[in-house]
T-cell receptor
Framework: LAKTTQPISMDSYEGQEVNITCSHN???????ITWYQQFPSQGPRFIIQGYKTKVTNEVASLFIPADRKSSTLSLPRVSLSDTAVYYC???????????????FGSGTQLTVLP | DGGITQSPKYLFRKEGQNVTLSCEQNLNHDAMYWYRQDPGQGLRLIYYSQIVNDFQKGDIAEGYSVSREKKESFPLTVTSAQKNPTAFYLC?????????????FGDGTRLSIL
């Protein structure tokens, strides 16, 4: 089971780039890394997913070093509306019979200040 | 508009009572999940289903039951055996079982004890 460790909280200012790092030292070969965003009283929302190297979409980038023991979510030019909890999930495909490992950690509370 | 609908948004349970939380998806997804979230905590997996008429226990299945009679629906019953049911319950789905497709979440049901 790939245990993840994230900072409990981070503060940033509007317009800055924010990097949130997740440590997953015992990641398995078939594990993927997925990041979700959650606002209060709502379900998490998918942000980005990757296996190795760098992935970029319209809202974020995900950097994964060669050893895959950590990953960094990068949010460019954050705004007040990016204030939320961000979760890093490391898990294999459900078909591997490992859906019991789909447990989200406590996440990182990002607060964007004006 | 495709998505996941959870109802009701708020639910109150009396002592010794069973209550059922509804989850419906129109995304044509094979896999569905139920999570529990306690204040300030991450999500913990209760049950998941890879296909109709099949479901598996997650990490905290005791005191809960599910059914998957239709692809679109995955109701969760919180039984009287669940002694601490007060929590935020989230339903999710993902496209296929043999992949690492990200999960789509509903907006949750908040269950409280009267």
């Amino acid at each position: 089971l790939a245990k993840t460790t994230q900072p409990i909280s981070m503060d940033s200012y509007e317009g800055q780039e924010v990097n949130i790092t997740c440590s997953h030292n015992n990641i398995a070969t078939n594990d993927y890394i997925t990041w979700y965003q959650q606002f209060p009283s709502q379900g998490p929302r998918f942000i980005i997913q990757g296996y190795k190297t760098k992935v970029t979409n319209e809202v974020a980038s995900l950097f994964i070093p060669a050893d895959r023991k950590s990953s960094t979510l990068s949010l460019p030019r954050v705004s007040l509306s990016d204030t939320a909890v961000y979760y890093c999930l490391v898990a294999p495909p459900i078909s591997s019979g490992s859906a019991r490992q789909l447990t989200f950690g406590s996440g990182t509370q990002l607060t964007v200040l004006p | 508009d495709g998505g996941i609908t959870q109802s009701p948004k708020y639910l109150f349970r009396k002592e010794g009572q069973n209550v059922t939380l509804s989850c419906e998806q129109n995304l044509n997804h094979d896999a569905m999940y139920w999570y529990r979230q306690d204040p300030g905590q991450g999500l913990r997996l209760i049950y998941y289903s890879q296909i109709v008429n099949d479901f598996q226990k997650g990490d905290i299945a005791e005191g809960y039951s599910v059914s998957r009679e239709k692809k679109e629906s995955f109701p969760l019953t919180v039984t009287s055996a669940q002694k601490n049911p007060t929590a935020f319950y989230l339903c999710a789905s993902s496209a296929r079982v043999n992949s690492n497709q990200p999960q789509h979440f509903g907006d949750g049901t908040r269950l409280s004890i009267l």
